[in-house]
């Protein structure tokens, strides 16, 4: 079935007044360009409004020196195209930003399509028309659509932060946030630059700039427990290997709790002999990427004395490349369970500590007081002068993109009112008085494109559902999403990812609600619930 809007989903202008289609996509990153192509060889007609001036989401705006995958390449890609497959070639084990950048382009290209998104176009609000059923799409320059679906492909990790710290327009040097880092690069050459943040970011970027600056100095609230990436060049002969074996490769992801390529080992690491884990833990560490993390002892990765056990290990191994034992004291994490945060995975990272031209701030210790003209101020009286400050800082995950959108349901009722004390959804996608919208951004965890892929499936073949049925709108029930939450606060309540202060849980924003922001399930058994769900002819949603 081919709408009869379809023909039209590309040719609207600006100023051509109000645009009809039947989807709306909010941005062009993974979800979004994979969203628009199922949504149009279903028949829709379909507009994504993005705001940058390139497809690629995460990849187009993270452009900070060292930023790439933390998951192998191969396991990252669209698998939706045997043709797509077999002909792009990773060039590494772990692609970097531009390389990450080049392939959504290439996607979209291949597919055409950039027809369907109009760039340079930030959606400022979705107002629900329930005398109409669609929802009124406007943009912060005034563009409109309307839709009588809408998918908010914006991102887990999109709505930027930096800390409201006291004096920042003061600063006479230049300063930027990484996810906004300028395309034409910043000029650190000779330069004093300060990095705000020792999470995931920061421990890609700081070593790629190191031996670049004048001096660096680094602010550090929380040490991060960081494991070596290992990345290397991909030959040839893994190159014919890969392609060979993309179905396996696929097949592992589905299987696994994170859709990674890493299982578990099913023993305990309280089970075995301290000689035989031991040489478990080196042999992991030896390994590239999340092996040591996704493929260790089960236990390690549940709150107990295994976790504790393997922490030890850890900082034992950022002691051994830190010279100075107090620097390495503070780089070594001691608040936070091995695991309990998203795990950095670096190349070099340490060894910066070791140069002259680097400075280590506990900045837990002695407080950011505030920014000056001339750098940064800590509350012991402490003045760092810098020519350029990075804001390594972090995001408002999940609920802070939607949060940058007036999103208005039935009632008058918004989004940002309804979440306030957390996410308020039935399997983080569906909101009770808000019809037709599809929040994806809160359901995908783990490998992001193994567990997008399936995720946008099952809403594209919602929206097919309720079009062929002969049905109007979709929307989670009341006692659905009710179920729900309490299912996030009891099954999230012992998991590691709530153990920590972290974006996981919203803890790293001042006044944000401390909930699990996104499923306490593995991958597999959140395709089982869709399935489930969908199976039992859409259970737990009212379709009318």
């Given at each position: 079935m081919v709408s009869s809007l379809q023909q039209t989903a590309g040719a609207a202008q600006p100023g051509d007044g109000i645009e009809e289609v039947d989807v709306v996509v909010i941005g062009a990153?993974?979800?979004?360009?994979?969203?628009?192509?199922?949504?149009?060889?279903?028949?829709?007609?379909?507009?994504?409004?993005?705001?940058?001036?390139?497809?690629?989401?995460?990849?187009?705006?993270?452009?900070?020196?060292?930023?790439?995958?933390?998951?192998?390449?191969?396991?990252?890609?669209?698998?939706?195209?045997?043709?797509?497959?077999?002909?792009?070639?990773?060039?590494?084990?772990?692609?970097?930003?531009?390389?990450n950048e080049r392939y959504l382009n290439y996607v979209a290209d291949k597919f055409d399509l950039r027809g369907n998104i109009r760039f340079n176009s930030r959606v400022a609000s979705l107002v629900y028309d329930e005398a109409a059923n669609r929802w009124q799409v406007t943009t912060d320059d005034g563009q409109q659509a309307r839709a009588q679906f809408v998918i908010t492909a914006i991102g887990i990790l999109s709505a930027r932060y930096v800390p409201d710290f006291e004096g920042l327009d003061s600063f006479e040097?230049?300063?930027?946030?990484?996810?906004?880092?300028?395309?034409?690069?910043?000029?650190?050459?000779?330069?004093?630059?300060?990095?705000?943040?020792t999470g995931a970011t920061a421990v890609q970027l700081i070593p790629e700039i190191a031996g670049e600056v004048a001096h660096l100095t680094v602010f550090q609230r929380t040490a991060n427990y960081c494991v070596p990436l290992r990345n290397a060049l991909i030959d040839r002969e893994t190159q014919d290997y890969i392609k060979t074996h993309y179905p396996e490769i696929f097949r592992k992801c589905s299987e696994t709790p994170g859709s990674f390529m890493h299982e578990f080992d099913p023993r305990s690491a309280l089970s075995v002999p301290a000689a035989e884990k031991r040489e478990q833990y080196e042999r992991l560490w030896a390994e590239p990427g999340f092996k040591k993390w996704l493929s260790n002892f089960y236990d390690v990765m549940m709150p107990g004395e295994a976790n504790e056990d393997y922490a030890e290990f850890v900082r034992n191994k950022i002691r051994e490349r830190v010279h100075d034992p107090v620097v390495a004291e503070q780089l070594v994490p001691k608040n936070h369970m091995f695991g309990s945060k998203r795990l950095p995975c670096e190349s070099g990272y340490y060894e910066v500590y070791n140069r002259d031209n680097v400075l280590l701030v506990d900045v837990r210790a002695a407080p950011i007081a505030r920014i000056t003209p001339r750098g940064i101020r800590t509350s012991d009286g402490n003045e760092y002068e810098?020519?350029?400050?990075?804001?390594?800082?972090?995001?408002?995950?999940?609920?802070?993109?939607?949060?940058?959108?007036?999103?208005?349901?039935?009632?008058?009722?918004?989004?940002?009112?309804k979440f306030a004390g957390g996410p308020r959804t039935f399997m983080g996608m569906s909101s009770n008085g808000f019809p037709n919208l599809f929040t994806v951004n809160a359901a995908s965890v783990g490998n992001f494109v193994r567990a997008a892929e399936p995720l946008v499936e099952w809403v594209t073949d919602a929206i097919a559902h309720?079009?062929?049925?002969?049905?109007?709108?979709?929307?989670?029930?009341?006692?659905?999403?009710?179920?729900?939450?309490?299912?996030?606060?009891?099954?999230?309540?012992?998991?590691?990812r709530?153990?920590?202060?972290?974006?996981?849980?919203?803890?790293?924003?001042?006044?944000?609600?401390?909930?699990?922001?996104?499923?306490?399930?593995?991958?597999?058994?959140?395709?089982?619930?869709?399935?489930?769900?969908?199976?039992?002819?859409?259970?737990?949603?009212?379709?009318?």
């Open positions: 990153g993974v979800t979004g360009l994979y969203s628009i192509y199922r949504l149009r060889n279903l028949g829709f007609s379909v507009r994504a409004f993005e705001e940058g001036s390139g497809v690629g989401g995460t990849w187009y705006w993270n452009r900070y020196p060292g930023a790439r995958f933390d998951s192998e390449s191969y396991t990252y890609g669209f698998s939706f195209s045997q043709e797509l497959l077999q002909e792009w070639e990773w060039k590494e084990h772990y692609s970097s930003q531009p390389e040097g230049a300063w930027c946030h990484t996810n906004r880092w300028p395309k034409a690069g910043m000029d650190l050459a000779g330069k004093r630059v300060g990095v705000v943040g810098l020519d350029v400050i990075i804001f390594a800082t972090g995001y408002d995950a999940v609920t802070g993109s939607l949060n940058k959108i007036h999103i208005q349901g039935i009632g008058g009722q918004t989004i940002m009112e309720v079009r062929d049925s002969g049905h109007s709108r979709i929307m989670a029930t009341r006692q659905a999403e009710d179920d729900w939450v309490q299912h996030i606060a009891e099954g999230g309540a012992n998991i590691l709530t153990q920590a202060d972290s974006w996981f849980v919203g803890a790293n924003i001042p006044g944000k609600a401390r909930v699990l922001l996104t499923a306490p399930d593995t991958a597999p058994a959140m395709r089982a619930k869709r399935a489930e769900v969908r199976n039992n002819g859409y259970e737990g949603f009212t379709l009318e």
